[in-house]
């Protein structure tokens, strides 16, 4: 208790500070007398989920709410109560943690259903209830050593389900790795303390190659000139865990148990960095993930690699700037705990920049679907909780329907399904499920099976499969008809006749891809949904295309914005509906031609392009540049051959930081002989940065060729 007063003196003061003592005092005299299951006053509790709060660096409304946030719940203050001490933000903060526990229930299943479906709108309604709560989680699975075994098991297992996925999703690492591993600690009490006991085992050790890396890296830095941070982190036990299980390995077999963080001023700098990584050690193919370019969902951004020493030894290596630090420490709470250093709208402000919209809208739309469905869709992309009737939580993917609602269920429940109630309205079968519906599946026992048209519109990958499985089992001739019909109704729609297409060469070229037995199996396939008609007439037509072959069509432009009027002519007029094709990615000084397309006006290739072989002389225009106006940017894709994917990476890297450049993407692979290749586009104004930039790119060590891609 001492130390949450200890932090209100060292980092509030003035109004603020006063506001957050008077906080203090009001709940320690609220809740006098009351005791945990530790038999400690129960005061303890709020002061804990207030400091967690206040080292996360959440705003004095929100410390004041964390220390208040039970009182209603289980003292006599009362709501008015709160608004006349502290104010309307700060009861609305502190109701909206009371409500999830209000309501008298008639079953602990019904219970925890609308506890969940609460707690997600009060976190639409304002952001900061479910940090708050998130702390009071965190607290109360640091003392679950007091309560039973089941009511520790079912706690931990609720947290991990539920708890641990939201502050993923809000980006606050910190809350989420600790509540990773104290749920870990309950569920498998084992696994965890093999963990602790064998990892602290080889603790000196693991220092002291960590201690190595960091020097080696320091030293990378000191020869490029760039200020930065090096330090090494211990991988959380849940994630060791969850490594050895899902890839059926032992502790042994688990190198990357420490991980190293790069921390540097700007973008270019991770860039270059990485690059002389890839230079020093070898890169392990795979293990290279670019999350500044393509930033997880929660904001997330760094660089990612895993790389060998020369010894023998892999080890992760994590670069990211200072804001992109603080962003995946704190997630969304960095808004709050930084937003006081700077008067200028940062880069961490900006992508913080739909959270703040958010709550700035909560006041006028308080329950409205909009606000809903934008948080909804901002905190869970990638998982749909939706309840039985019961108040079982049922995990779906995204966008899911009742359908695939039913097959979670049972396969017989979606084999039998007829109908479908979503918070007791009958709704179509092809109806979105959202957050929080409770769902009922109507079934009869006449049902004679699953529409395929089902598998239109379903999400989840084991009802699909439950689906082609019944088909598959139960009406194989009816199958095959239907396969047959639907393939030939599908080429007759694209001009060809099945008899043309499919012979005995073709089939066979067809099942050594798709692995068919006979055509009727072929057919079968179609008919139940194993395979799309797609998959099999798109060979039949490559495959009759090759025998009697038809002319090229050029390929699908890649548009790089606006283009400045004039920057183009075709036939020496200008102002025309002009874009650039990605085959290519013509730049000023390269010559070109205009493809006259349907509908998209003219696409400029440049003339070597291999895509306008074969093309409708009448359809190929002049083309010509002309000044460009604005400093227009344009996108040029260069090929780079190597010896390893460090030395192009680090080639590249070098060469574009030097020519003070932008890489817009980079992607690497390695080809049948073993070289790496790497794909870079870069954002560059003329033909001569392109070739500059290859000779620079060229004179690295361990650069086989570059070449500009077509």
Request: glycine share 6%; charged share 25%.
């Amino acid at each position: 208790m001492e130390a949450i007063l200890m932090k209100i003196y060292e980092y509030y003061s003035g109004d603020e500070r006063n506001m957050l003592l008077h906080a203090y005092d009001y709940a320690k005299a609220a809740h006098a007398n009351q005791k945990r299951a530790s038999g400690e006053p129960y005061f303890i509790h709020p002061c804990a989920v207030a400091e967690i709060l206040v080292d996360l660096g959440l705003d004095p409304a929100t410390i004041a709410a964390a220390l208040l946030h039970d009182v209603i719940e289980d003292t006599p203050v009362t709501e008015d109560d709160i608004r006349r001490e502290f104010g309307e933000e700060v009861l609305s903060l502190v109701s909206g943690v009371t409500k999830l526990d209000k309501i008298v229930f008639k079953s602990q299943e019904e219970e925890e259903a609308e506890n969940f479906r609460k707690l997600f709108i009060a976190m639409a309604k304002d952001i900061r209830v479910i940090i708050i709560k998130l702390a009071d989680r965190l607290h109360n699975m640091r003392s679950l050593n007091f309560l039973s075994k089941e009511r520790q098991q079912r706690m931990a297992r609720e947290t991990l389900d539920i708890y641990t996925p939201i502050a993923g999703r809000l980006g606050i690492s910190q809350v989420k790795c600790e509540l990773e591993d104290l749920c870990l600690k309950y569920l498998d009490p084992e696994a965890f303390e093999y963990l602790v006991e064998n990892i602290h085992q080889k603790l000196e050790e693991r220092n002291r190659f960590v201690d190595y890396v960091v020097e080696e890296i320091r030293k990378i830095l000191v020869e490029c000139n760039i200020h930065g941070e090096v330090f090494g982190r211990p991988k959380h036990f849940y994630s060791i865990y969850k490594k050895m299980t899902t890839k059926n390995k032992t502790l042994d077999q688990i190198y990357d148990l420490t991980a190293v963080r790069v921390i540097v001023g700007t973008v270019d700098e991770c860039y270059e960095v990485f690059g002389k990584i890839h230079k020093e050690w070898k890169p392990v193919p795979g293990r290279i993930k670019d999350y500044i370019a393509t930033p997880k969902p929660n904001l997330y951004q760094s660089l990612h690699t895993t790389v060998v020493t020369n010894f023998g030894q892999p080890f992760e290596i994590q670069i990211r700037t200072e804001e992109m630090h603080r962003t995946a420490e704190y997630g969304i709470a960095a808004h709050w705990k930084y937003k006081e250093q700077t008067t200028e709208e940062t880069t961490l402000d900006q992508r913080i920049s739909w959270i703040r919209e958010m709550m700035e809208l909560q006041g006028g739309l308080k329950d409205s679907k909009e606000f809903m469905d934008t948080v909804k869709g901002s905190l869970f992309s990638s998982e749909l909780l939706v309840f039985t009737p019961q108040g079982k939580v049922i995990s779906l993917p995204n966008d899911a329907t009742p359908v695939d609602f039913a097959y979670a269920i049972h396969s017989e429940v979606g084999n039998h399904c007829t109908g479908a109630k979503v918070n007791g309205k009958i709704v179509p079968l092809n109806s979105t499920l959202e957050l929080g519906d409770v769902v009922e599946i109507i079934t009869s026992p006449n049902s004679k099976g699953p529409s395929r048209d089902w598998l239109k519109f379903i999400k989840s990958t084991s009802a699909k499969a439950k689906i082609k499985s019944f088909y598959k089992r139960e009406m194989k001739d009816e199958n095959i008809r239907l396969g047959r019909d639907m393939l030939e109704d599908a080429a007759k729609r694209k001009g060809y006749a099945l008899s043309d297409i499919l012979t005995e060469e073709s089939f066979k070229k067809v099942s050594e891809k798709l692995a068919f037995n006979s055509q009727d199996e072929m057919f079968a396939s179609i008919g139940y949904g194993a395979v799309t008609i797609n998959q099999v007439l798109y060979k039949l037509i490559d495959f009759f295309r090759k025998e009697m072959p038809q002319p090229l069509v050029t390929a699908e432009p890649t548009y790089h914005g606006r283009l400045a009027k004039g920057t183009v002519t075709i036939n020496g007029q200008t102002g025309l509906l002009v874009s650039f094709a990605g085959c290519c990615s013509p730049v000023p000084g390269d010559e070109i031609v205009g493809f006259v397309t349907r509908g998209r006006g003219v696409v400029v290739h440049r003339r070597d392009c291999p895509n306008l072989k074969g093309a409708d002389p009448a359809r190929l225009q002049a083309a010509a540049w002309v000044a460009e106006e604005g400093g227009v940017r344009f996108k040029a894709a260069i090929v780079v051959t190597a010896d390893d994917q460090g030395a192009a990476i680090g080639a590249i890297s070098a060469s574009v930081a030097e020519m003070h450049l932008e890489i817009t993407s980079i992607n690497g692979r390695y080809d049948k002989n073993g070289s790496a290749i790497v794909d870079v586009t870069v954002s560059l104004t003329n033909r001569q940065d392109v070739e500059v930039l290859i000779k620079k790119i060229m004179g690295h060590q361990k650069i086989i060729d570059v070449r500009r891609a077509s």
